[in-house]
C-alpha cells in the first residue's frame, strides 16, 4: 500500500468511523440470530435440516474470506470495505426469503460469504489505524461488533414479539444499515496500492505464522462458541435451574464479553498482548474449572462470566497480530478468520458430541483444556507488541484530505 501521512483529527475520526462499521456488522448478525426460528417456520425445514443449513454461513465465509485481498488492492480499502460491507447488509434480506431447505443453503452461503470478506476487509483497517495512531483499539473494535449484536437482537426481539413478518423486518433493517454503513466508510483511512505493489493472490495458504496466531483464536472461539450456546444448557440440565435463570447466564456472558472488549484496549496498551492474554487465559481456565466442579447455579454463572472475561480480548488481538505479522495483512487476517470461523462451527457440535458420549461436565472440561492453551501458546501473539511508527502529530494546515506520497 501507498504511504499516506494522516493528521491526528484524520485518524481519531477514522477510528470512530470503522467502530461504526463494526457496530453496523454486528447488527446484522444479532438481527439475523433472532429471526431464526420465523425462518425455520417459512422454509419448512426440520430441526436437523436447520443445523445442516446454519453449517452454510461458515462455508461460504471460509471460502470468499481469501478474496478480500485482491478486492482491497484493485478497488483501494475504503471502496473495498463500502461495496462489501453494503453486500453483507444487504444479504441480511436473503434466508428470510427461502422457501426451502436448497434455497436457504444456497441463501446462507451468500450470506456468509459476504459477512466473511467485510471481516477482513474492516479488520484489515481496523489494524492499519491501531498502528497508526500507536495504541490498542482493536478490543474495542470488537467491542463495538458486539455491541451492535446486542442491538440487532434488541431490534430483533422486539420484532418477534410484535409478530412481525421477517422478510420485511430484515428489508427494513438492512435498508438502515447498508446507509449507515455506506455513511461510516466514508471516513475510513483510504489506502491504495503503490503502482509497482503486485497484487495479493485471489486464493492462497494462510502464512505459517498466521496458523498459529489462528491457533491461539481457535481455543477462544472454541470456548466461546460452547458457552454462548450450552451454558444455558448446562445451567438448566446439570444444576437443574429454572429456565429464566439459565436464559440470564447466556445473556450474562454475552455483555461480559462486550464489556470486557471495549475496556479491553487500556489493558492491553499498559501489560501488551502477550501478558494480557496469558493473565485472560488463566482467568479463562480458572472460570471454565468453576463451571466444571460449580455445586449451584450461582458458582456456575460465576465461571461463565470469569470464562467471558478471559476470552473476550483475545481474538480481537490475534487479529492485530495477524495483521502485522507479514507483508500482507489481509491474507494473514483471512487465515485466522477462516481459522476461527471454523472453530465457531464446530464448537457447538463438538461440545454436544462429548456430552452424548460422556457428560457436558466432561464437554467444558475440554474447554478448561483449551484455555489453559491460550496461556501457553500467548507468545504467538508478540507481533502485536511490535513497536509502532508513531504519527506525525501535525500536518499541512491545509491537510483537510490525507496527502499520498508517491
Known amino acids: 500500500m501507498s504511504e499516506v501521512i494522516y493528521g491526528t483529527r484524520e485518524l481519531k475520526r477514522a477510528r470512530y468511523a470503522v467502530a461504526t462499521v463494526f457496530c453496523v456488522h454486528g447488527a446484522v448478525t444479532g438481527s439475523f440470530a433472532t429471526r431464526v426460528p420465523w425462518i425455520q417456520e417459512h422454509a419448512g425445514v426440520s430441526a436437523g435440516q436447520l443445523g445442516l443449513a446454519l453449517a452454510f454461513p461458515a462455508i461460504g465465509a471460509s471460502v470468499a474470506m481469501p478474496l478480500a485481498g485482491s478486492i482491497s488492492h484493485r478497488f483501494g480499502a475504503r471502496t473495498a470495505l463500502r461495496g462489501l460491507l453494503a453486500l453483507w447488509t444487504l444479504a441480511l434480506t436473503l434466508p428470510s426469503l427461502a422457501p426451502n431447505l436448497l434455497t436457504l443453503c444456497v441463501a446462507l452461503f451468500v450470506y456468509g460469504a459476504t459477512a466473511g470478506m467485510s471481516d477482513v476487509a474492516m479488520n484489515a483497517l481496523g489494524v492499519e489505524v491501531e498502528t497508526r495512531l500507536d495504541k490498542s483499539i482493536m478490543s474495542g473494535l470488537h467491542g463495538m461488533w458486539s455491541a451492535g449484536a446486542l442491538i440487532g437482537s434488541a431490534g430483533g426481539t422486539?420484532?418477534?414479539?410484535?409478530?412481525a413478518d421477517a422478510r420485511l423486518h430484515h428489508v427494513l433493517a438492512a435498508g438502515v444499515l447498508t446507509v449507515a454503513g455506506f455513511v461510516a466508510c466514508r471516513w475510513v483511512l483510504d489506502l491504495r496500492p503503490t503502482e509497482d505493489e503486485e497484487p495479493p493472490p485471489r486464493f492462497a495458504l494462510p502464512p505459517k505464522s498466521a496458523l498459529l496466531i489462528g491457533a491461539v483464536g481457535f481455543c477462544a472461539v472454541f470456548a466461546e462458541?460452547?458457552?454462548?450456546?450450552?451454558?444455558?444448557?448446562?445451567?438448566?440440565?446439570?444444576?437443574?435451574?429454572?429456565a429464566g435463570l439459565a436464559a440470564a447466564c447466556t445473556t450474562g456472558f454475552t455483555l461480559t464479553m462486550a464489556i470486557a472488549r471495549i475496556a479491553g484496549d487500556r489493558v492491553v496498551d499498559r501489560f501488551g498482548a502477550v501478558r494480557t492474554v496469558r493473565i485472560s487465559g488463566i482467568g479463562a481456565a480458572f472460570g471454565a474449572l468453576m463451571v466444571v466442579v460449580a455445586p449451584n447455579p450461582v458458582v456456575a454463572m460465576a465461571g461463565f462470566g470469569l470464562l467471558g472475561l478471559g476470552i473476550a480480548?483475545?481474538?480481537p488481538l490475534a487479529f492485530a497480530a495477524a495483521g502485522r505479522s507479514g507483508p500482507n495483512p489481509s491474507q494473514a487476517i483471512a487465515g485466522v478468520a477462516t481459522i476461527?470461523?471454523?472453530?465457531?462451527?464446530?464448537?457447538?457440535?463438538?461440545?454436544?458430541?462429548?456430552a452424548e458420549t460422556t457428560s457436558l461436565v466432561v464437554s467444558f472440561g475440554v474447554v478448561t483444556v483449551l484455555a489453559c492453551g491460550l496461556v501457553v501458546f500467548a507468545g504467538v501473539l508478540r507481533a502485536g507488541d511490535r513497536t509502532r511508527a508513531k504519527v506525525p502529530e501535525q500536518v499541512s494546515p491545509a491537510a483537510a484530505d490525507p496527502v499520498r506520497k508517491s
Request: glycine share 10%; aromatic share 8%.
Open 158 to 163: 422486539l420484532a418477534a414479539h410484535l409478530g
Open 225 to 242: 462458541g460452547a458457552s454462548l450456546d450450552w451454558s444455558a444448557v448446562y445451567l438448566k440440565d446439570v444444576l437443574d435451574t429454572s
Open 313 to 315: 480480548v483475545v481474538v
Open 340 to 354: 476461527t470461523y471454523t472453530s465457531g462451527l464446530v464448537a457447538p457440535s463438538a461440545i454436544g458430541t462429548i
